[in-house]
Every structure is written in structure tokens, then in C-alpha cells.
């Protein structure tokens, strides 16, 4: 069977030239297809490390000066007074399960501020700041890395700070316990900024980005510019809590030079930037899908082709005593060894594309599970493709006698 095989693929050399370059290209192109996608959904299957289910966000904004409700008297240290009464009010609400306050905390944000920290004398890399309410790190269902989240929520309020594992993973096996500070210990303008008290999972902003390392210290009235107003609806008030807020606090959130500008629950699109992420996303997948049916149907019709033309060559198979089976069996081998000739070029051409990090690492590293993956997949599916493409059209050229094929032809 074996020489019968090589003799088949030898005869038809010329042709199996041409077929071997077009299969090298095809399994080349189509392993850079799903390459593009593994990254995507590899990310968007990690866990997200928080949950904003049933959390509504209240903005503020402030009243125009040309406004008759405008006090141009107010100092600064009013104004926080006011903005802590309208939150307040916004907590004795009855349909009101609780308020969270963060700053550049909130999981879905645009808003971002990353420092440099030390730990002890461990310089560590920049890092995404957040600063928490106790209730907020409940609010947002943050996860401590053991399960145990509710130490998290006891860490903001003994006044320790948090982060995330993997910066745990970076200061090394004692993390809980080192002491946080802004600047080297040579630098005379080295403050501590807390002492670690619980190490909570990594965090992602949006199901298509990855975790960035984190510390999350406690929200202090220093961070009232940009404070982020979270609530959560009691179970069961959901239907219209949005519109129910916006409308019984309306007066009661015009407070000072602050107003009520709107309350919005998560779930909404335009809540955050990251919604366009998904959509362009979204594009891109049905783009890179309708590349991967074109390339399917690109082998599957080669070899259709190629079945359809040997039409009397299997007719003469069969009645030189051959098997159907048979028959099929020694295509399949053909096909798939010409194939396989040229997947071991294609490995080679992603072997170096791996090495020299030419492909798009913003999701995903160019590690060897990534590089597997690719591979089998687009072995399997090519493979699959070509069995698919030799055996629906050979099945009725065999079931046809001999005799009537070499009629035909």
C-alpha cells in the first residue's frame, strides 16, 4: 500500500507541486486566522475578578456659574461637606442596598492613574492606583485570592491596602505585611503609603483586556476630585431603580454648587469606553470568520475538484479489484501527506514568527501553549476539510458501477 501511495503521489507530481505550495500557503494564512482569534477569546474566558451586576452609578456635576443656584461664597472645604451630605442622602434612600465610593476604582473605567511603588527596598513596576471605600470593595464583589473575600473589606477598614496577586507574586512569598512606599529608600522624598493587608485576584477592566497590577488603598476625603458614586438596588426594586432615583433625588442632590446629573446602571453601552472595545472586537471576529469560511471553502473546492477529475481512475480501481474503501483510504493517505510535506514548511515559517515576536502579543504572550494550540487546530481542521472534500463527492463516483464510470468517460 505504501508504494502504491508514493507511486500514486509521483505520477501525479506536477500537479501535487502546485497543490503542495497552495496547501503551505492556505495552512499558513488559516494558522494566522486563528491565531488572531485564540488571543481574543483565550482573554475573554478569564475570570474578570469583580462582578457589577445590579450596580448603578450616580454622577454629579457641578451647578453653571451663570445659574441662580450657583454660591460663588462656597470654599472648598464646603463643597466636600456637601458632596459627603448628598451621598448621604443617596444611602438613607429606601430602594438603596448600598453605596460604594472609589477613585480611579471602578472595574469598566476610564479613568486611570498608575504610579511607581517600592516594597520595603523591592522596586516593583508601575502600578493601576485605586482608592476604595470598605463597601465598595463589597459593592463591586472584588475576590480576595483565597476566598475569603471579606478580608479584603477588613483590610480598608483597619486602614491597610491591598493588591493585586500579581504584584503578591513579585514582592514574593510575605507580601501580606510589607510596608508600600512612593520612593526608594535613598530618596529624601520617600513617604509610606500603607502596609499590605490582603491580596485580592487579579482584576480586569473589560472582558477583552488583561489584568495590570494594582494597589487599592483606602478612600480617604484627600480623594474627593473624580469620586466615583456606586450604589446597589435591594433585591427585588431593580425594574426602574435608575429612573426612581434620578426622579425622588432630584431636589435633594442639589446641594451647594452640586447637582445630580444622572444615574446609570452598568449594563447601559454608552457607561463606559470599553463597550467599543467589544464592538470593534466583534467586527474584527465576524471579519476574521468570514476569512476562515473563504479559506475552508478554498481547500474543500481544490480537492473537490481533484476527486471530480479522477472520476475513471476510480472506476478502473474498482474493477481491477479494488474496494470502495479502499479506494478512499489510499486518497485520503494521498491527500493527507501532501498536506502534512507542507505543514512541516508552515511550522517552520511560525517557529521563526514565535522567535522574533512578530505576531501581536497586546492579549496573549507568544508562549508554547499558544503556538501548539495554533498548530493542532489548523491541522485538524485543514485535515478534516480534505477528508470532508474527497469523500462526498468519491462516495457516489464508487457507488456507480465500473462499468457505467468508464462509459461515461
Known amino acids: 500500500m505504501k508504494s502504491q501511495l508514493l507511486k500514486t503521489v509521483w505520477n501525479e507530481r506536477r500537479s501535487n507541486i502546485a497543490l503542495f505550495l497552495e496547501l503551505f500557503l492556505i495552512s499558513l494564512f488559516l494558522w494566522y486566522v486563528i491565531d488572531t482569534i485564540y488571543a481574543p477569546i483565550k482573554t475573554y474566558l478569564k475570570p474578570l475578578g469583580y462582578s457589577v451586576e445590579n450596580v448603578y452609578i450616580v454622577s454629579l456635576s457641578s451647578v453653571p456659574e451663570k445659574s441662580p443656584h450657583y454660591n460663588p461664597d462656597l470654599t ?9 451630605t448628598m451621598i448621604e442622602r443617596i444611602r438613607k434612600h429606601p430602594d438603596v442596598a448600598e453605596v460604594g465610593l472609589s477613585w480611579h476604582g471602578r472595574p469598566e473605567s476610564r479613568n486611570w492613574w498608575s504610579m511607581g511603588i517600592w516594597a520595603d527596598t523591592l522596586g516593583l513596576k508601575n502600578v493601576k492606583w485605586r482608592a476604595l471605600s470598605p463597601e465598595a470593595a463589597r459593592l463591586y464583589q472584588l475576590e480576595e485570592v483565597q476566598g475569603d473575600d471579606e478580608k ?22 510575605n507580601a501580606i505585611g510589607t510596608s508600600i512606599y512612593n520612593n526608594s529608600a535613598d530618596d529624601s522624598d520617600r513617604n509610606l503609603i500603607g502596609v499590605v493587608g490582603a491580596i485580592a485576584k487579579d482584576m480586569r477592566d473589560t472582558r477583552f483586556t488583561n489584568h495590570v497590577p494594582f494597589m487599592i488603598t483606602p478612600l480617604t476625603k484627600d480623594n474627593n476630585i473624580a469620586l466615583e458614586i456606586n450604589v446597589k ?10 429612573e426612581r432615583l434620578s426622579t425622588d433625588l432630584k431636589e435633594q442632590l442639589q446641594l451647594g454648587n452640586m447637582q445630580l446629573e444622572n444615574v446609570r446602571s452598568f449594563q447601559e453601552e454608552s457607561v463606559y469606553s470599553g463597550r467599543m472595545f467589544e464592538r470593534q472586537l466583534l467586527l474584527n471576529g465576524l471579519l476574521v470568520l468570514f476569512l476562515l469560511a473563504n479559506i475552508i471553502l478554498g481547500i474543500s473546492g481544490v480537492f473537490w475538484y481533484r476527486t ?5 481512475q476510480m472506476g478502473l480501481r474498482v474493477a481491477l479489484g479494488d474496494t470502495p ?31 522574533y515576536d512578530i505576531l501581536n502579543t497586546e492579549l496573549e504572550p507568544l508562549d508554547a501553549t499558544r503556538f501548539v494550540i495554533g498548530m493542532v487546530i489548523t491541522y485538524l481542521v485543514t485535515a478534516a476539510v480534505i477528508i470532508l472534500s474527497i469523500w462526498l463527492p468519491a462516495r457516489h463516483i464508487l457507488r456507480t458501477p465500473p462499468a457505467d464510470t468508464l462509459k461515461e468517460e
Request: glycine share 8%; aromatic share 12%.
Open 325 to 355: 474503501r479502499g479506494v478512499l483510504r489510499l486518497y485520503y493517505k494521498e491527500g493527507l501527506l501532501i498536506f502534512s510535506s507542507a505543514f512541516v514548511l508552515s511550522i517552520a515559517v511560525f517557529v521563526a514568527l514565535f522567535k
Open 233 to 242: 438596588a435591594k433585591e427585588g426594586r431593580e425594574q426602574g431603580f435608575a
Open 308 to 312: 471530480q477529475k479522477r472520476k475513471s
Open 152 to 173: 479584603l473589606v477588613s483590610a480598608l477598614e483597619a486602614g491597610r491596602v491591598i493588591i493585586s496577586a500579581s504584584l503578591a507574586e513579585e514582592i514574593g512569598p
Open 76 to 84: 472648598s472645604e464646603e463643597q466636600v461637606e456637601d458632596y459627603y
